[in-house]
């Protein structure tokens, strides 16, 4: 029997998700289990970019979560309420919650953890933090067995977007921001993006999974971008460093039971791993002990990266749903058994760094391109770089070509007479 899912919201997220789980050709095979039962909107008359039937799409989203036969709900509508009661009320009824909802978890979070506990069923967020990037499900698994002493962020992609900007083009924080409005990479009120307030949500559920206690929103520090200035920007690219809005949660220096958790612009020295996250990517560095230093970077939002991150945890429930004594988790054991089909290096297509030494006499180049150009081998650039002893050192930069073909042409270049040797073959990505 097929995982009954109910979804709340057909906004972006809830879009991508439809269509990620449509779409199933070269996915988890495991995702054929999941049924798209109900989707709840707020209106039927609206024009959408996915096709359901018209029996799964409603306007009732409390008949959703009051479906005995729904197994998972989805809430990808975003805000506090009705968002909050309608988490509480699926929880309650003994669904499993998915949810990408990180105003919601960073405000209700103790209410939302302590219902699912006691109905007994799981709610799963890996979209709330970091759209795309896969975040939560290592902090609580893969890394779990860690002491971790710091989780560093860049959580928020419009402020990135903005502060990269200002960087490169030397601008104010008004013009660019003006700009990102009309580019659509921030919102008509930006206020949750560049005073802090989203970083500061996605911190206090990132500090709760790192170091396994709940975070009042209210203790978390926070100062958004809007004072940072170009003149501030500069002077900080003389020093070697770039200003970065960072999401900060790390063991106090001085009592290490208590936690520092705060968002701030910072000073970021230019080698740090966090300072050449760009654009609206995010990416957060973990430390902890004996691990080390791990950092995860990705798409921090757009429907396809958030809809990979909602889908995983509707995979997780459903291995959890299909697991029992009788079968194996699916995701934890190894459920394929034919073997991929390797394509032969040959047939792989790259480009190409070579370095010839030849003997210094006219038309050595022009040979080379020649024997490059019979076997469809195009060339990104040629330079004689200097002499070694009595040759001359000849290097070239291919375009993409077939690895077959670039060999078949090498082939016949050695058979020049004007040909020393090839001391050097690389690939260039
Ligand atoms: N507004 C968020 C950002 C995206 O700019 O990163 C969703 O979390």
Same mark, same amino acid.
């Given at each position: ?13 809830? #879009? ?70 309608? @988490? ?16 919601? @978890? ?8 302590? #219902? ?19 975040? @939560?499900?290592? $902090? ?64 206090? @559920? ?39 809005? $960072? ?80 079968? $194996? ?24 760094? #070579? ?59 050695? #058979? ?14």
């Amino acid at each position: 029997m097929g995982v009954k899912l109910g979804i709340l919201g057909l906004g972006t997220v809830g #879009t991508g998700t439809v269509q990620l789980l449509q779409e199933q050709t070269g996915r988890n095979p495991l995702l054929q289990e999941v049924e798209i039962y109900r989707v709840g909107v707020r209106s039927l008359d609206k024009s959408r970019a996915v096709e359901l039937p018209k029996d799964v799409i409603t306007t009732d989203l409390e008949a959703i979560v009051n479906d005995p036969t729904v197994d998972i709900v989805v809430e990808v509508m975003g805000g506090l309420e009705p968002a909050r009661s309608l @988490i509480l009320k699926a929880l309650r009824n003994g669904k499993h919650v998915v949810t990408a909802n990180k105003a919601a @978890i960073a405000r209700f979070g103790d209410e939302i953890f302590t #219902t699912a506990n006691q109905a007994g069923v799981y709610v799963l967020l890996e979209a709330a933090v970091g759209g795309g990037i896969p975040v @939560i499900q290592p $902090l609580k698994q893969s890394l779990s067995v860690n002491r971790i002493h710091a989780v560093t962020g860049i959580v928020n992609g419009t402020t990135n977007y903005i502060l990269t900007r200002m960087q490169t083009e030397g601008s104010n924080f008004n013009d660019v921001l003006v700009d990102a409005q009309r580019l659509g990479y921030a919102e008509a009120d930006p206020t949750a993006d560049v005073d802090g307030l989203d970083a500061a949500d996605k911190i206090s @559920i990132l500090a709760s999974l790192a170091f396994g206690g709940r975070i009042h929103l209210q203790d978390v520090y926070c100062e958004g971008i809007r004072q940072v200035s170009k003149t501030d920007i500069a002077y900080a690219e003389k020093l070697g460093f770039v200003i970065k809005l $960072l999401a900060i949660a790390k063991l106090h220096s001085s009592d290490t039971s208590k936690l520092s958790v705060r968002v701030h612009p910072t000073l970021v020295p230019k080698a740090h791993p966090l300072a050449s996250i760009n654009g609206v990517y995010n990416a957060i560095l973990v430390e902890g002990e004996p691990i080390g230093q791990v950092m995860f970077f990705g798409p921090g939002a757009g429907a396809g990266a958030t809809a990979s991150a909602v889908s995983s945890d509707i995979l997780n429930l459903v291995a959890t749903l299909k697991t029992s004594t009788a079968n $194996l988790n699916p995701l934890l054991a190894c459920s394929h058994q034919d073997y991929c089909q390797i394509a032969p290096i040959a047939e792989v297509v790259t480009r190409f760094y #070579t370095r010839f030494l030849t003997r210094d006499q006219p038309g050595v180049i022009g040979k080379l391109g020649t024997c490059f150009g019979n076997y469809d081998v195009s060339l990104e650039s040629v330079v004689q770089t200097g002499f070694q002893g009595e040759l001359a050192e000849i290097v070239v930069v291919t375009h993409d070509v077939r690895e077959g073909d670039f060999r078949q042409a090498l082939a016949e270049i050695q #058979t020049l007479e004007a040909i020393d040797s090839i001391p050097s073959l690389l690939r260039v990505l």
